[in-house]
């Protein structure tokens, strides 16, 4: 029986902290789905289409991780690619009281898929996508949050916009 999970999240942009949670899950399951979700309740930099292929630069060296962008409910999105565990990534005590409420949520809706939560090494407790836009989008360098290519394609969403504020 193959062991299927999902990491279900936006990635807008990935970052240090989401490779190191999908690369340590990756070893824990034979197929890691990371899911990117199309349309969440926020503002955002990059297009699914554009997250999919930084997550998909970002990941690909790793056989066992497949990127895909993905709409709805995430617990129907589980059973439709055979995932019976979503990962998801803990860096503080605000993200847990979040996971938490979205586990219990998820189990509520699909009892037999179950949740679990990576901590996420602490030199990237800091990170999160949010502070990596707003930090890149203002000039700051990002060199130690991401990778070079997804650097680069900040450095392009900076440039090209006007009024970047709006973003972040």
Known sequence: MTRI?????TFDPIQFGHIDIATRAAT?????????????????LFTVAERAQLASD?????????????????????????A???????????????EYQMALTNRQLAPDIESICLMTRQEHTFLSSTIVKQ???LGGNVSGMVPPHVEAALRAKRDEQEGYESFV
């Not at 824990?28 to 955002?44: G, H, N, T």
């Not at 970002?58 to 055979?82: C, D, E, W």
């Not at 019976?84 to 979040?98: A, N």
């Open 58 to 82: 970002a990941l690909g060296h790793i056989p066992n991780i497949r990127v895909v962008p993905y709409s709805g409910l995430t617990v129907n999105f589980a059973r439709q690619v055979g």
């Open 28 to 44: 824990m399951f034979d197929e890691l789905v990371f899911a990117i979700y199309d349309r969440p309740d926020k503002r955002l």
């Open 135 to 137: 930090i890149a989008l």
């Open 5 to 9: 999970a999902i990491y279900p999240g």
């Open 84 to 98: 019976s565990t979503i990962v998801r990534g803990l860096r503080v005590i605000p993200d847990f009281e979040l």
